[in-house]
């Protein structure tokens, strides 16, 4: 059995000194072979082991185990099956770890109003199938990054009657969404909304409320802001808000990181236009999912 040890180790060791370690160029990858060792044969092994096609306790030997998991790898993911580890299959086990990441990490899309209470009005359209059309673009979009994504409605109802606290409807729909919020275990919500002010019809852009609570809701805010900020319309960008803190009822009583959007002002001419383009509720969409993808960096 020492001999047969033996013979392993001087085959190893006579294996990397005459097979020289090639590396892909700015990759930064190596070009892993059967019978190589070292700690870049243990690093594979290890993410190897990660997504799954890995069984054993890794041990910094590429021996057939190994090249069995490859080669199992490789034919799932359509690449040759000849279970070595070039560039792309390099590449495939980076893109896999990366969205194995994401697949763990949730957030809580919040269309807001619903049903009975419809928000601001735009014409025979209210907010509340406004922020339900943005936010299901969101959520179709963090979906498509590998993110869970949990919606507190996915129809143009209200939610009051999931709630157990006595009070109007709306105190009553406010406690519901708060109540799926702090029961999700997400890392972070988005409650989305369309904006409002008779007042001050020249207001335009998007505002992005956090409450102080919460340090990280903060960065979130700046971060959707941004992106926000960034929208072009007509070869021109949108005004250049800053994040704000509030005290709206969901933002103070939700214990994970949050941000209520208004993504534009219905009493604004040329956003009340804009409002009614998908086009114009897309670039909205993109830019808070950025903006959240930005925050979770």
């Known amino acids: 059995?020492?001999?047969?040890?033996?013979?392993?180790?001087?085959?190893?060791?006579?294996?990397?000194?005459?097979?020289?370690?090639?590396?892909?160029?700015?990759?930064?990858?190596?070009?892993?072979?059967?019978?190589?060792?070292?700690?870049?044969?243990?690093?594979?092994?290890?993410?190897?082991?990660r997504v799954g096609f890995f069984d054993y306790q890794p041990t910094g030997f590429f021996g057939e185990?190994?090249?069995d998991g490859v080669k199992r790898l490789q034919k799932k993911y359509k690449l040759s099956p000849d279970g070595k580890v070039g560039e792309e299959t390099h590449s495939l086990i980076h893109k896999l770890i990366k969205n194995t990441g994401k697949k763990n990490v949730k957030i809580v899309v919040d269309p807001g109003h619903g049903g009975i209470d419809p928000g601001t009005l735009l014409g025979k359209e209210s907010e509340s199938k406004m922020a339900l059309d943005i936010s299901k673009m969101v959520g179709a979009r963090l979906i498509e990054k590998n993110y869970q994504v949990e919606m507190t409605r996915r129809?143009?109802?209200s939610l009051y009657k999931l709630s157990m606290i006595k009070g109007t409807l709306e105190q009553r729909d406010l406690n519901a969404r708060v109540h799926i919020i702090n029961k999700?275990?997400?890392k972070l919500f988005v409650s989305i909304h369309v904006n409002s002010?008779?007042?001050?019809?020249?207001?335009?852009?998007?505002?992005?409320?956090?409450?102080?609570?919460?340090p990280q809701s903060k960065e979130l805010a700046q971060s959707i802001q941004r992106e926000l900020n960034s929208?072009?319309?007509?070869?021109?960008?949108?005004?250049?808000n800053r994040s704000q803190t509030a005290n709206?009822?969901?933002l103070k009583n939700s214990n994970i990181p949050g941000v209520l959007v208004e993504t534009a002002y219905v009493t604004n001419k040329e956003e009340r236009q804009l409002l009614t383009s998908k086009d114009f509720r897309q670039k909205l969409a993109l830019a808070i999912t950025k903006?959240?993808?930005?925050?979770?960096?």
């Open 65 to 67: 185990t190994t090249e």
């Open 291 to 297: 903006g959240i993808q930005g925050f979770l960096k």
């Open 231 to 240: 929208i072009v319309v007509n070869n021109k960008h949108r005004a250049a």
């Open 155 to 157: 129809s143009d109802v």
């Open 248 to 250: 709206y009822y969901i």
């Open 1 to 49: 059995m020492k001999r047969y040890l033996g013979y392993i180790f001087l085959f190893t060791l006579l294996f990397s000194l005459f097979v020289p370690l090639h590396s892909f160029a700015g990759s930064g990858n190596i070009l892993l072979l059967k019978g190589m060792s070292g700690e870049h044969v243990l690093k594979f092994q290890q993410d190897l082991k």
């Open 184 to 186: 999700s275990k997400a």
């Open 197 to 214: 002010n008779p007042y001050s019809p020249n207001l335009s852009g998007s505002v992005v409320y956090y409450n102080g609570k919460i």
